[in-house]
C-alpha cells in the first residue's frame, strides 16, 4: 500500500474517536449557555406575571419569596411552586 492510502486510512479510523471526544464538549457548552439564559429569564419575572409551568398550570404570579412563587390559579386559589417550575410567560 502506499503512504497515501495508509494515510487515509488511518484518518478515517480516527473520525469517530475525535467525534466523540469533541461532541460532549460542544453540547456542554451550548447547554451552559441555555441555562445562563434560563436564569436570566426566571430573574425577570415580576408579579402579575401570567405565566405557565412545566406541568401546563397557567396561573398568575402574586407573590415571590427566594426560590418558592405564589401562583394563583384560580380566583382566590394560589399554590407555591418553585420557580424553577416556570416555563414561560403569556401575553
Do not use: C
Not at 503512504?3 to 479510523?13: R, S
Not at 398568575?60 to 412563587?69: A, R, T
Amino acid at each position: 500500500m502506499s503512504d497515501k492510502v495508509l494515510f487515509i486510512i488511518i484518518l478515517l479510523a480516527m473520525y469517530p474517536v475525535v467525534i466523540s471526544f469533541i461532541t460532549p464538549i460542544l453540547n456542554k457548552k451550548k447547554l451552559k449557555k441555555q441555562e445562563e439564559l434560563r436564569d436570566q429569564y426566571l430573574d425577570t419575572i415580576k408579579i402579575n406575571n401570567k405565566v405557565v409551568t412545566i406541568s401546563g398550570i397557567y396561573g398568575i404570579v402574586k407573590n415571590i419569596n427566594n426560590n418558592i412563587v405564589k401562583l394563583e390559579i384560580a380566583k382566590d386559589i394560589q399554590i407555591e411552586i418553585d420557580k424553577a417550575s416556570i416555563m414561560g410567560t403569556l401575553k
